[in-house]
């Protein structure tokens, strides 16, 4: 097996073949979205709303990550795996996200790190891919920044916001950056920063035009019921069929339906 690397993203983009990623967080998940043929696996700190039940992305720390991650590297043999740094692992000083980004490839072994944000974070991507770590962007729709978005709406619609958006996307690129997530942005806005970049932009609600499409895995197999946004398609309906399975199992036992002969020894 042929592994992805950064450089296989860079080339993806180069000839014009569209990038995949997926999240998953756990062994088994990551096993299956492995051989399911996903160039990229992100262990996403969107852990925190599908694995843990929080409200948003804030809550989840740098061991939980480091956690998730090291059960996602053991199920993947040929995508990249990349892992979130959570909020207020990278944000204040570049030494603190220095060490931060180490202990994530060096206890999570994870293969690249993900960071929200462009030119505030400067200096800590910068210091970051100094020391060799692959770095992803994440620009548009940053769940980290929630408090001060205050809505999961779409970014960028107004002209100010989506020129910030065209310089930190170059920035990024500037800094070294292998590739970058745009999150929840117009269409057109991604079609113009994925054309005036080198590197691979990876869009979730962002159109086709990005490089490549990214999706949580719990909400594209449809195990979230009540989350629909615009953006999301559903492979499966993972939710029905799995209360379905759970509600025949609790039948069949009450009814000593289960286990029958051949299930017993
Ligand atoms: O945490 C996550 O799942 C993400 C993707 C939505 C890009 O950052
Ligand atoms: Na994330």
Same mark, same amino acid.
């Not at 059960?71 to 996200?97: H, I, M």
């Not at 060096?106 to 462009?118: L, N, P, R, S």
């Not at 974070?121 to 980290?144: C, F, W, Y």
């Given at each position: 097996?042929?592994?992805?690397?950064?450089? +296989?993203?860079?080339? $993806?983009?180069?000839?014009?073949?569209? @990038?995949?990623? /997926? +999240?998953?967080?756990?062994? !088994? %998940?990551?096993?299956?979205?492995?051989?399911?043929?996903?160039?990229?696996?992100?262990?996403?700190?969107?852990?925190?709303? =599908?694995?843990?039940?929080?409200? %948003?992305? *804030?809550?989840?720390?740098?061991?939980?990550?480091?956690?998730?991650?090291?059960?996602?590297?053991?199920?993947?043999?040929?995508?990249?795996?990349?892992?979130?740094?959570?909020?207020?692992?990278?944000?204040?000083?570049?030494?603190?996200? /220095?060490?931060?980004? =180490?202990?994530? $490839?060096?206890?999570? #072994?994870?293969?690249?790190?993900?960071?929200? #944000? &462009?030119?505030?974070?400067?200096?800590?991507?910068?210091?970051?891919?100094?020391?060799?770590?692959?770095?992803?962007?994440? /620009?548009?729709? !940053?769940?980290?920044? @929630?408090?001060?978005? &205050?809505?999961?709406? =779409?970014?960028?619609?107004?002209?100010?916001?989506?020129?910030?958006?065209?310089?930190?996307?170059?920035?990024?690129?500037? /800094?070294?950056?292998?590739?970058?997530?745009?999150?929840? @942005?117009?269409?057109? *806005?991604?079609?113009?920063? %994925?054309?005036?970049?080198?590197?691979?932009? @990876?869009?979730?609600?962002?159109?086709?035009?990005?490089? &490549?499409?990214?999706? =949580?895995?719990?909400?594209?197999? #449809? $195990?979230?019921?009540?989350?629909?946004?615009?953006?999301?398609?559903?492979?499966?309906?993972?939710? +029905?069929?799995?209360? #379905?399975?759970?509600?025949?199992?609790?039948?069949?036992?009450?009814?000593?339906?289960?286990?029958?002969?051949?299930?017993?020894?």
């Amino acid at each position: 097996i042929k592994k992805i690397t950064t450089e +296989t993203l860079r080339k $993806m983009k180069f000839d014009k073949e569209k @990038i995949t990623m /997926l +999240t998953a967080y756990d062994f !088994t %998940t990551a096993k299956m979205v492995d051989a399911g043929g996903t160039d990229a696996i992100l262990v996403g700190d969107s852990a925190a709303n =599908v694995m843990a039940g929080f409200e %948003t992305t *804030l809550p989840i720390t740098l061991d939980q990550m480091i956690y998730h991650t090291q059960c996602v590297v053991r199920g993947v043999n040929r995508a990249l795996v990349v892992a979130d740094l959570p909020f207020g692992t990278y944000q204040s000083n570049s030494e603190k996200a /220095l060490d931060s980004a =180490v202990r994530m $490839m060096k206890e999570g #072994g994870a293969h690249a790190v993900k960071i929200e #944000g &462009g030119a505030e974070i400067e200096d800590s991507i910068r210091k970051i891919v100094n020391a060799g770590i692959p770095v992803m962007g994440h /620009l548009g729709l !940053t769940p980290q920044s @929630i408090y001060q978005f &205050g809505t999961y709406k =779409v970014r960028a619609k107004e002209d100010a916001e989506a020129e910030k958006l065209i310089k930190d996307a170059k920035l990024l690129e500037e /800094l070294g950056c292998f590739a970058l997530v745009l999150e929840k @942005i117009p269409a057109d *806005l991604a079609k113009k920063v %994925t054309e005036s970049i080198s590197i691979p932009t @990876i869009g979730i609600g962002a159109g086709a035009d990005c490089d &490549g499409q990214v999706l =949580v895995y719990h909400d594209m197999v #449809g $195990m979230n019921k009540d989350f629909t946004p615009k953006f999301l398609r559903r492979y499966l309906d993972l939710y +029905t069929e799995i209360t #379905g399975a759970v509600a025949q199992y609790v039948k069949d036992v009450k009814e000593v339906n289960f286990p029958n002969d051949k299930e017993s020894y």
